[in-house]
């Protein structure tokens, strides 16, 4: 990987389990970067909103700390990771308690700047 035309931005706090998050970040993988966007802009789930606020932090990234130009970004890769796992407990019958476990992920988005001949070999 060049790291001269990559950018990385992540989130290790994203509130729903990577399941959910795999199934939405795999849609935008090698896609052109405002494509993405706008896939994630009309996206009906709710963690869209967080996966287009760490895309968009990816591309700031690029611009400004590697001065990459922002119309041939890609996103290259997305990677999905557990993370911690809140317990809460919910009262049943006969004084037992139910658990209630709520999953956290992380997500780290990778964008990477290619040229026109390359985006056709994919």
Do not use: C, H, Y
């Not at 993370?83 to 988005?109: D, E, N, Y």
Request: aromatic letters at 4%.
């Amino acid at each position: 990987m060049n790291e001269n035309l990559t950018a990385i931005a992540k989130d290790n706090m994203v509130r729903t389990s990577p399941l959910k998050l795999s199934f939405l970040v795999n849609s935008i993988v090698n896609l052109k970067v405002s494509s993405a966007i706008n896939q994630l802009k009309f996206s009906q789930k709710r963690v869209s909103r967080v996966i287009l606020k760490v895309l968009n932090a990816a591309v700031a990234n690029a611009e400004n700390n590697k001065q990459l130009d922002i119309d041939k970004l890609f996103v290259k890769e997305v990677f999905v990771g557990k993370s911690l796992r809140m317990k809460r407990w919910r009262p049943r019958a006969k004084g037992r308690a139910g658990s209630i476990i709520k999953p956290f992920s992380k997500v780290t988005i990778i964008v990477e700047e290619r040229s026109e001949i390359e985006k056709e070999k994919i």
